[in-house]
């Protein structure tokens, strides 16, 4: 696929001009952002993704959408699982739902310059060395293997070496101090739990893009299109963010559909001089398993949904008297009289 520098240029003027749009003008000021508006921002980062497929259609043709498309799934479904994580990240510093955004749109912003890196270097070792493929290969089935094994990342913010680095050249405060990341307290720079919150989920994502950036090689060596479906999956982190952090137990078989995922896309990258398995058998695969994989989920988690919502509208038992409880002899006594 021949992309012209001017295409570069539009894509990434297009994601500054929305991230500065973002987290300048549309939410400059710290606010719990109401799950109503994260599902109306969901709804349009998601229709701005599939959007761009529909333009590379036009553009390049039908295989540059369907690869986009299969970049796009494997990112987006792995965005969600990193949710997760990051939701734990802002449990363990104690960070507000009001001061949340900025953490995560700063964590784009450094999630976007690391994904570009790692893309220019896997894309430069697949051009020099064909085995390449057989590392990435090997490393999505080591991960699926993980993934299907152990459930969930556990996060340890305490151990994360970058943080503990932090700690040793510039003291963290307890509190927090609004949005700020820095405070110069008697003349000594302190950085606030908002940065240390900062600090590791930016950390984290370098690991989460081990994962990622081999998966996507997978279905396209286009640079291209590895980006941009890195970039419309991240853009759209924020909103679902406050949308499903909350929901974590009704994707609670998203890490096997992962798995899955990871185990097919290593083992289409292992045979590759052997069959080349088509784009459309590919991203059939990938929208399959997600499909069945909320399905389950859903289907798993409907008796609890039901049980909660009748435990709401059940009628709820008094209490006894305070003073019935600590003197039940009185009670006996005036009941003699």
């Not at 640079?223 to 994707?251: C, E, H, P």
């Amino acid at each position: 696929m021949d992309v012209p520098p001017i295409a570069w240029i539009a894509l990434i003027g297009f994601i500054v001009v929305v991230l500065v749009l973002d987290l300048f003008v549309f939410h400059r000021k710290a606010a719990v952002i109401p799950v109503k508006e994260a599902a109306v921002w969901s709804a349009v980062w998601i229709t701005l993704g599939l959007s761009f497929a529909g333009l590379l259609h036009l553009w390049q043709g039908h295989v540059a959408a369907e690869e986009y498309l299969a970049g796009y799934l494997i990112e987006k479904s792995l965005s969600v699982d990193n949710i997760f994580v990051f939701a734990l990240i802002f449990g363990y510093f104690g960070i507000p739902d009001r001061y949340q955004h900025r953490v995560l749109m700063w964590g784009i912003v450094g999630a976007l310059l690391m994904r570009g890196v790692f893309i220019a270097v896997g894309a430069a070792l697949l051009d020099a060395f064909h085995v390449t493929l057989y590392v990435f290969g090997a490393l999505l089935l080591l991960t699926a293997y993980k993934v299907l094994r152990h459930g969930a990342a556990q996060v340890r913010p305490e151990r994360n070496i970058v943080l503990r680095g932090l700690r040793r050249i510039m003291p963290v405060t307890r509190e927090l101090h609004g949005q700020r990341f820095f405070v110069r307290s008697r003349g000594v720079l302190m950085a606030t739990p908002l940065f240390a919150a900062l600090l590791v989920v930016e950390t984290t994502d370098v690991v989460f893009a081990a994962d990622s950036i081999p998966a996507i090689f997978a279905v396209t060596e286009t640079t291209f299109i590895v980006f941009a479906a890195n970039a419309f999956s991240l853009l759209g982190m924020r909103a679902a963010y406050f949308l499903i952090s909350g929901a974590a137990r009704r994707f609670r078989r998203l890490q096997t559909g992962l798995g899955v995922i990871l185990a097919g896309i290593g083992v289409k990258l292992l045979l590759t001089d052997v069959y080349k398995v088509p784009i459309w058998l590919s991203l059939s695969f990938i929208v399959t398993v997600l499909a069945v994989t909320f399905a389950v989920s859903w289907y798993e988690t409907r008796g609890e949904r039901g049980r909660a919502k009748r435990e709401e509208a059940a009628p709820r038992e008094e209490l006894p008297d305070a003073g019935d409880e600590l003197h039940p002899e009185a009670d006996r006594n005036a009941g003699g009289r």
